[in-house]
Each structure stands twice: as structure tokens, then as C-alpha cells.
T-cell receptor
């Protein structure tokens, strides 16, 4: 299967600061990547679709000014949680699909704790 | 959007038992995947199975697309099979994200 790498695996930050999470496709180029959020003991919810070279598209209810997405290259998408608050504490996980493929491959996830 | 329902929500079995997990979805899909989420949160791809039947060791899966359901079979369960199993579907090819079910929390007791 394809390899998608996410960094960092976990991060603790102070309320009001910003945190950047990276998602890389290691063995293929991904024009589209996806970001999900998972609260404890809940399912994964799609937050946004990251498109290389264009603006991300956000799901309803996701604040685009709080969750900044940049997909500057075919192998890297970043999610920046701006002015983080304790309610942003969650597990964030990215996925990518091979060109002309349909199967999604996921990164390891990032556990964010805002104190 | 597509609705995904998984059953049962929780399942406790003894080691060596067999289990069947079900995933119902509300509309036509061109992607259906089964995942196992390990204790560290990582999603392990089990099957990509928008239709048909596949087997991988003790695990197998069947999707009946016309009836909008998929089944994941685990035979001779081991304690390492414990965890949450998610079914996720998509209808837009690789350009759309996945809709996840709420998962089945499986506990295999020694």
C-alpha cells in the first residue's frame, strides 16, 4: 500500500498559539489530500479537501480561518490550527489517494492537546 | 450525504471465536474500505472492497453493492484483533473524502 506520513504524532500547545501539522505522501504524488478530525470515542469526520495549487474546500461547519490548509506541492499538505483553544484538542489525521486511484491511505495521525 | 451504519457497536468475544461485522450504507458508492484503528489511533487498511469478496488470512470481506451492505468476517479471533473497526464509503472516486461509520469496538478476551 501507499505510504502517507504525518508529523508530529502528538503536540501540546498553549491556548492562543498556532500549531502546524504536516502530511506527506512518500511514494506517490497526491493532487488531493484530505483532513479528518476524531474526538475521543467518536468516528472520523471529514474537515476539508486539500487541492494542490488551489484553495482547500471545507466541510460545512468547519471554520476555514481557524484551520488553514496549504497544499503547496504534490507531496505535502499542511494543516495549521490557528489561535488554538482547548476545544480544538482532538486527533487530526490526513489521507491521500494515488493518482487515478480510489483507495485512501492514512497518515499516523496527530494528537493535539491545547492547555 | 451518504449515511453509514455499523453494527454491532460493541462486541466482546473469547479468543478463537468468529465474528461478523456489518456496514449498511444509504446510497451507491464507488469506494468502500474497512479499517482497523489501533490503540495509537493509526488506521490500518484492511480491505478496499466496493463490491465482491476478498480474503486476507483470517479476515475476509464481502460487499453487496446492489443491497448496500458490506460484511467483515474475522475467524479464529486473537487478542491482537481487539480495537475499533471502521467502515468508510465514498461516491466521488478519489476526489472525494470518505464518510465513516461510528465503528465497532471489538474486545477479544484471552
Amino acid at each position: 500500500g501507499a505510504v502517507v506520513s504525518q508529523h508530529p504524532s502528538w503536540v501540546i500547545c498553549k491556548s492562543g498559539t498556532s500549531v502546524k501539522i504536516e502530511c506527506r505522501s512518500l511514494d506517490f504524488q497526491a493532487t488531493t489530500m484530505f483532513w479528518y478530525r476524531q474526538f475521543p470515542k467518536q468516528s472520523l469526520m471529514l474537515m476539508a479537501t486539500s487541492n494542490e495549487g488551489s484553495k482547500a474546500t471545507y466541510e460545512q461547519g468547519v471554520e476555514k480561518d481557524k484551520f488553514l490548509i496549504n497544499h503547496a506541492s504534490l507531496t505535502l499538505s499542511t494543516l495549521t490550527v490557528t489561535s488554538a483553544h482547548p476545544e480544538d484538542s482532538s486527533f487530526y489525521i490526513c489521507s491521500a489517494v494515488r493518482p487515478s486511484g480510489t483507495e485512501a491511505f492514512f497518515g499516523q495521525g496527530t494528537r493535539l492537546t491545547v492547555v | 450525504g451518504i449515511q453509514v451504519e455499523q453494527s454491532p457497536p460493541d462486541l466482546i468475544l473469547q479468543e478463537g471465536a468468529n465474528s461478523t461485522l456489518r456496514c449498511n450504507f444509504s446510497d451507491s458508492v464507488n469506494n468502500l474500505q474497512w479499517f482497523h484503528q489501533n490503540p495509537w489511533g493509526q488506521l490500518i487498511n484492511l480491505f478496499y472492497i466496493p463490491s465482491g469478496t476478498k480474503q486476507n488470512g483470517r479476515l475476509s470481506a464481502t460487499t453487496v453493492a446492489t443491497e448496500r451492505y458490506s460484511l467483515l468476517y474475522i475467524s479464529s479471533s486473537q487478542t491482537t484483533d481487539s480495537g475499533v473497526y471502521f467502515c468508510a464509503v465514498g461516491s466521488g472516486g478519489g476526489a472525494d473524502g470518505l464518510t465513516f461509520g461510528k465503528g465497532t469496538h471489538l474486545i477479544i478476551q484471552p
